[in-house]
């Protein structure tokens, strides 16, 4: 299938700044995607999607924008703090198709006090 | 809240061994779903299930078999463990496809 990728490996700042991970996408059909965190050890944890109707959307200090044009996604997290060190992956999905997520390769954000 | 619960969480087993990786979710979830996750890499889907009694292939299904016999379980199963398969794999349910997914812990497995 087609797959998500992620622009870089590693993504270095400071606590306090803003953070931005992005992510394109290969799959124009696809009508689905969602973030998810994932500290050392554990499994991925949700932390919000998105449908392809809407360019943005907002919840706890993070926000997705979604560029169909382009076939862009980002993740902005606010006033990053050490608690947001993990790897961040960007997955899509389509309406009506049964399989699971498709995942990119993630980007490790360490925060630098 | 237990959410998705993955047992066991860490094996070792000898090339040609077999074993099951138990999944069970109790959020009354009809999807779930079996991902492998090997370093550097995002997660690849193994096999899924849309509901009871059913299952489906996905990326990367060979040298697996997967059980549904009870919606709240999902079984994924090695029937010749080969040193490939060594990697750590996460069971996730949904309450469908556009919906977010909810994963397990992880089963940390060790091919030698």
């Known amino acids: 299938g087609e797959s998500v990728g992620l622009h870089l490996p590693t993504l270095s700042v400071q606590e306090g700044d803003n953070s931005i991970i992005n992510c394109a996408y290969s799959n124009s059909a696809s009508d689905y995607f969602i973030w998810y965190k994932q500290e050392s050890g554990k499994g991925p944890q949700f932390i919000i999607d998105?449908?392809?109707?809407?360019d943005k959307r907002q919840g706890q200090r993070v926000t997705v924008l979604l560029n169909k044009t382009v076939k862009h996604l980002s993740l902005q997290i606010a006033a990053t703090q050490p608690g947001d060190s993990a790897v961040y992956f960007c997955?899509?999905?389509?309406?009506?198709?049964?399989?699971?997520?498709?995942f990119g390769k993630g980007t490790h954000l360490i925060i630098q006090p | 809240n237990a959410g998705v619960t993955q047992t066991p969480k860490f094996r070792v087993l000898k090339t040609g061994q077999s074993m099951t990786l138990l999944c069970a979710q109790d959020m009354n979830h009809e999807y779930m779903y079996w991902y492998r996750q090997d370093p550097g890499m995002g997660l690849r889907l193994i096999h899924y299930s849309v509901g009871e009694g059913t299952t489906a292939k996905g990326e990367v299904p060979d040298g697996y078999n997967v059980s549904r016999l009870k919606k709240q379980n999902f079984l994924l199963g090695l029937e010749s463990a080969a040193p490939s398969q060594t990697s750590v794999y996460f069971c996730a349910s949904s309450y469908s496809n556009v919906q977010p997914q909810h994963f397990g812990d992880g089963t940390r497995l060790s091919i030698l």
């Open positions: 998105i449908r392809s109707n809407m």
């Open positions: 997955a899509e999905n389509m309406e009506g198709g049964a399989d699971g997520l498709t």
